[in-house]
């Protein structure tokens, strides 16, 4: 299948790449930032675009599974980046007769509201958006869903995986004292788009158990 993802060059986004990949399937990329898969074997299969999902977006036909995973956890442009620029990708590659799944990477803080303010209310809106896209793709026969993660091991938290002290205290807001790892997430991800066929408007929370503690260490 054709498979576009947002935010391939690191993190969640480039496990994900790497999963459809292995598994046979072209993978076009987006990020901000140069593209970091050049593995061999995958030349002729993984296409990357320099794309600020906020500004114009490339034209691009045939999409079959949209991974909305781009985002930012700070700063300021959390409302335009991770809502307004994921509403944009999916209405232009996503709401067509020619996809069959659609994933948005919300976070656990869209039904926790524990982290940044303006981070918080851009996942709860992403995973309102889902349903609504849901709703729309469904006359396609196609799927919506998205994964709402707590801790993940990537880049982005590295800061606190560096720092002993503030880690156990992330963890031990967890029930299974422990994060998840980028690849499981992407795991979970090819499942949803491409064994499952049946769940659809729904938001899979991976969490270690964190939201019954659900208290933000930064």
């Not at 889902?130 to 990537?154: D, E, F, H, P, W």
């Not at 995986?161 to 205290?169: G, T």
Request: hydrophobic residues 40%; negative net charge; aromatic residues 8%.
């Amino acid at each position: 299948m054709k498979v576009l993802i947002t935010g391939t060059s690191r993190g969640i986004g480039r496990a994900c790449a790497l999963e459809y990949l292995d598994k046979g399937h072209e993978v076009i990329g987006f990020d901000i930032r140069p593209g970091t898969i050049t593995a061999a074997g995958y030349e002729d299969r993984y296409s990357h675009y320099i794309v600020d999902i906020t500004k114009k977006l490339p034209d691009i036909e045939g999409v079959q599974i949209l991974i909305n995973n781009a985002g930012v956890q700070e700063g300021g442009k959390e409302i335009d980046v991770n809502l307004k620029g994921t509403i944009a990708v999916t209405e232009k590659y996503g709401i067509t007769p020619d996809i069959h799944s659609i994933i948005f990477m919300a976070s656990s803080s869209a039904s926790n509201g524990a982290e940044f303010p303006l981070y918080a209310a851009s996942k709860g809106g992403v995973v309102a958006y889902m349903k609504n896209a849901a709703l729309r793709v469904a006359q396609y026969g196609a799927t919506c869903n998205s994964i709402s993660a707590g801790g993940v091991l990537t880049e982005l938290n590295q800061h606190i995986i560096d720092n002993p002290d503030l880690m156990e205290q992330c963890l031990d807001e967890t029930l299974l004292h422990k994060w998840a790892e980028a690849e499981e997430i992407a795991k979970f991800c090819y499942f949803i788009t491409n064994v499952n066929s049946s769940m659809t408007g729904q938001d899979l929370l991976i969490d270690n158990g964190e939201q019954l503690k659900s208290n933000f260490i930064w």
